[in-house]
């Protein structure tokens, strides 16, 4: 199957599968239970997903560690590095370009971007800021396809349209927001309010009645 054919509630699970895996590097083989367990799914679905990608272990022992994370870090393409603009340079912004985790995983944070004329020139994690005005000239030098959004919700969609208009194709957003895309270009938002509120209503049906 290609990679086109994988689900993408599977694709959703495969960065989970693939961090468990780091975790138990260098051990050889894991099994379904143990790497179901780690990645937190049953081992029922884990078989199922990595069935998607031609991968079925072996009976009684389980799953090359190596193997299935290099097969699963080709269907997620980490193996090909990708550049990251990240807009918006406020206590998340900051945040997200002195973390390391983005090298670790195939991105590179190339530029960082905000409309502060107190914040362009500054220097953060290593990075000079660029205004936003200069924000196509910016993607066009670093041939950066990755977007990270990171200002108000207000001015979320403006952003979105400068960074699709000068060739980004993959968009992660902070903001709390839905944002309009053409076809071709990949939007994945992360709501921390929203994740707070659904946190909230499951712990309120726990309460319920007590």
């Known amino acids: ?19 468990a895996l780091e975790a138990v590097r260098g051990t050889g083989v894991v099994t379904s239970e143990e790497l179901a367990r780690a990645a937190g799914v ?8 990595l069935s998607f990608l031609g ?16 097969q699963i870090g080709a269907v997620l393409g980490v193996q090909t590095r990708r550049t990251v603009v990240i807009v918006g340079i406020g206590y998340l912004g900051h ?3 002195s ?7 195939g991105f590179d944070v190339a530029a960082l971007v905000d409309a502060d004329p107190q914040v362009v020139g ?15 000239q910016v993607v066009a030098r670093t041939g950066a396809t990755v977007g990270v959004i990171a200002v108000p919700a207000p001015y979320a969609q403006d952003v979105c349209d400068g960074l699709v208009g000068a060739g980004v194709t993959g968009l992660l957003t902070f903001a709390p927001r ?21 946190l909230a209503f499951h712990d309120a049906r726990r309460h319920e009645g007590v």
């Open 42 to 49: 049953s081992p029922a679905q884990l078989r199922k997903d």
């Open 99 to 105: 973390y390391g985790g983005f090298a670790e995983r």
């Open 122 to 136: 500054t220097r953060v994690a290593g990075l000079v800021v660029e205004p936003v005005d200069a924000l196509a």
């Open 1 to 19: 199957m290609s990679t086109a054919q994988v689900p993408g509630a599977t694709v959703a699970r495969l960065p989970g599968y693939l961090h």
């Open 55 to 70: 991968s079925y272990g072996r009976r009684g022992v389980g799953y090359d560690v190596a193997h299935l994370e290099r």
């Open 178 to 198: 839905a944002l309009r895309v053409p076809d071709g270009v990949t939007v994945r938002a992360v709501d921390v309010a929203s994740e707070l509120q659904i």
């Open 95 to 97: 945040a997200l370009a």
